[in-house]
Structures are given as structure tokens and as C-alpha cells.
T-cell receptor, first 112, second 114 residues
Framework: GQNIDQPTEMTATEGAIVQINCTYQ??????LFWYQQHAGEAPTFLSY????GLEEKGRFSSFLSRSKGYSYLLLKELQMKDSASYLC?????????????FGKGTRLSVIA | DTAVSQTPKYLVTQMGNDKSIKCEQN?????MYWYKQDSKKFLKIMFS???????INETVPNRFSPKSPDKAHLNLHINSLELGDSAVYFC?????????????FGPGTRLLVL
């Protein structure tokens, strides 16, 4: 079966750094995505990892270890607008038309 | 110049009714999807179409019938609506030949069945 786990909720302080972890067990693997979803809005793409290592994009970085079935999203210099749900998703087949398997999302609250 | 659009944004209806949700993408993608997000915010695939052909149909009641008149459109018709159908339905699209490319999501349709 397919299983993607991430913490349900996290709280962090404005200006701080937060790491959101994701572990996955899928029948295949062809990339891991992180999405941000603000309340009442659509998910929007943050990052994509298919090889091991760290991908950095401004204040956001994402890490992947395929051997461990593990990824994390690192958010630096947190801002209030970063309060949102963060969804980890895996593409389990080598095809661009394979739908993503999503975790249940981590609701991040940024407090002053 | 919205990339993926859905109508309606909100849909409130009575149990037993039949309703449709429309989706259009102007990204030139060849693959479109319907996802359901329940009250616990869990996003789950329902259907996937590639070049107007159904390629994935997850365990979804046959009251749900997708239709793709062309590559840019994927509509979802729901018969005999039930209370448990209340959720947010997201349409998405991607390009099959670019696995690294993300899926782009529409704004969602909030369905409430009374």
C-alpha cells in the first residue's frame, strides 16, 4: 500500500526556522513534491525533489533521502503569511500523468 | 489569464439532486485530474484523464462520472448526491512528458449537500 506521514500540526514563532518532516512508503518513487495550502485556497507548488539532497529556493528548502523514504521542508525567517497547511506528495510512477499521493498535511501556525 | 479554472466555486444542494462541476485549463497540458479534499483536509485522487481518455479511476462510487470533451476540459457529474459527498473538489492539470513538472490546481469547488 501507500502511506505518507507528516505531523498534523506545528507552531513556530515569527522570524524562526521550522522543519516539517514527511516519511513515505510507496510502491514506486518518481519524485516528491511539497505544496502550500492557505485556508480556503488551492494547493500551490513549493518544491520538487527526485534525487537525494537539498533543494533551496529562497526562504524554503526541501531535502530528500530516498533510501530512508524521508523528506523535510525547511522554512526560514518565518513570516505570519507562512501560516498554512503544508502537503507532502509523492509521484509513485515514472510518468508525468500519474496523480500524486498526498499526505494529510501539516497545519503550521506562525505566532508573533 | 487563470491557468486552471473551475465553476462553480460554491455549490449548495439537496440530497438526491444531480449536479455538475466544470474545469478548464489553458496551460496546454494533456493530463487532467479530479481530487477530493474532505473535512480533515485529506486530498485524494478520484480520476485522471490523459488526452481525453480515462487512465485512472480510483474507488469512487459510480454516481460520479467524469467527462472530457477535449484536452482542455474535464467536467465532473454527480448523480443522486449524498451527505458524504460534501467536500472541496479540486481539478488539476499537468504535462505527461514532464514528470518533474508540478500539477497545477484549480481554485476548488466547495460542495455542501443538505
Amino acid at each position: 500500500g501507500q502511506n505518507i506521514d507528516q505531523p498534523t500540526e506545528m507552531t513556530a514563532t515569527e522570524g524562526a526556522i521550522v522543519q516539517i518532516n514527511c516519511t513515505y512508503q510507496t510502491s514506486g518513487f518518481n519524485g516528491l513534491f511539497w505544496y502550500q495550502q492557505h485556508a480556503g485556497e488551492a494547493p500551490t507548488f513549493l518544491s520538487y525533489n527526485v534525487l537525494d539532497g537539498l533543494e533551496e529556493k529562497g526562504r524554503f528548502s526541501s531535502f530528500l533521502s530516498r533510501s530512508k523514504g524521508y523528506s523535510y521542508l525547511l522554512l526560514k525567517e518565518l513570516q505570519m503569511k507562512d501560516s498554512a497547511s503544508y502537503l507532502c506528495a509523492v509521484r509513485d510512477w515514472n510518468s508525468g500523468n500519474t496523480p500524486l499521493v498526498f499526505g494529510k498535511g501539516t497545519r503550521l501556525s506562525v505566532i508573533a | 489569464d487563470t491557468a486552471v479554472s473551475q465553476t462553480p466555486k460554491y455549490l449548495v444542494t439537496q440530497m438526491g439532486n444531480d449536479k455538475s462541476i466544470k474545469c478548464e485549463q489553458n496551460l496546454g497540458h494533456d493530463t487532467m485530474y479530479w481530487y477530493k479534499q474532505d473535512s480533515k483536509k485529506f486530498l485524494k485522487i478520484m480520476f485522471s484523464y490523459n488526452n481525453k481518455e480515462l487512465i485512472i479511476n480510483e474507488t469512487v462510487p459510480n454516481r460520479f462520472s467524469p467527462k472530457s470533451p477535449d484536452k482542455a476540459h474535464l467536467n465532473l457529474h454527480i448523480n443522486s448526491l449524498e451527505l458524504g459527498d460534501s467536500a472541496v473538489y479540486f481539478c488539476a492539470s499537468s504535462q505527461a512528458k514532464r514528470p518533474q513538472e508540478t500539477q497545477y490546481f484549480g481554485p476548488g469547488t466547495r460542495l455542501l449537500v443538505l
